[in-house]
């Protein structure tokens, strides 16, 4: 089966820096990727890794690393609209997706 | 302009009373996705069709079916909805395989009486 951990809550101030680890298990790992939701909301695409290192996406990267199973979302810059839930998600044999559990960001002023 | 559209947004059945929810894309994309969401948890796959290949998750109960007669339409029927079903029920399209973005749409939350 599929297995992915990521912190239930972080919280941070406005303008801050703030990075949501996810490790995973997964046969038939294809790559890793990020989702934003607001609350009532539904999920956006924010960044994807299929190869190991960092991906950036103005203020927000994303990195990888395949021999750790392990994978993180950075969040620069952080602003109230930020505050939201974020998914991390692995897609594996060819077409399917299994998201982790997600991480409630807190922004405060 | 709306990509990916779910209707109805709010539905309310009864115990045990069929329900159809449906889906519809403008991307032409080749792959649909229906997940369950229940509060403060993540979207779970029910199931997926690569163009018309239907394939199921092991875990999904057999009172949901799916079907997609095109491209652009896809429907979730919840044949005997219990209270355990209600839910946020989204619908995502991919351009083709997993490695692809998928573009949600807004969900039907679904309750059950």
């Known amino acids: 089966g599929q297995s992915l951990e990521q912190p239930s809550e972080v919280t941070a101030v406005e303008g801050a820096i703030v990075q949501i680890n996810c490790t995973y298990q997964?046969?038939?790992?294809?790559?890793l990727s990020w989702y934003q939701q607001h609350d009532g909301g539904a999920p956006t695409f924010l960044s994807y890794?299929?190869?190991?290192g960092l991906e950036e996406t103005g203020r927000f990267s994303s990195f990888l690393s395949r021999s750790d199973s392990y994978g993180y979302l950075l969040l620069q810059e952080l602003q109230m609209k930020d505050s939201a839930s974020y998914f991390c998600?692995?897609?594996?044999?060819?077409?399917?997706?299994?998201f982790g559990s997600g991480t409630k960001l807190n922004v405060k002023p | 302009d709306a990509m990916v559209i779910q209707n109805p947004r709010y539905q309310v059945t009864q115990f045990g009373k069929p329900v159809t929810l449906s889906c519809s894309q403008t991307?032409?994309?080749?792959?649909m996705y229906w997940y369950q969401q229940k509060s403060s948890q993540a979207p779970k796959l029910l199931f997926h069709?690569?163009?018309?290949?239907?394939?199921n998750e092991a875990d999904t109960p057999d009172n949901f079916q799916s079907r997609r007669p095109n491209t652009s339409f896809c429907f979730l029927d919840i044949r005997s909805p219990g209270l355990g079903d209600a839910a946020m029920y989204l619908c995502?399209?991919?351009?083709?395989?997993?490695?692809?973005?998928?573009?949600f749409g807004p969900g039907t939350r679904l309750t059950v009486l």
């Open positions: 995502a399209t991919s351009r083709d395989h997993g490695t692809d973005t998928q573009y």
């Open positions: 997964t046969s038939g790992f294809y790559g």
């Open positions: 890794n299929g190869l190991d």
């Open positions: 998600a692995v897609s594996y044999n060819f077409n399917k997706f299994y």
């Open positions: 991307l032409n994309h080749n792959v």
């Open positions: 069709y690569y163009d018309k290949d239907f394939n």
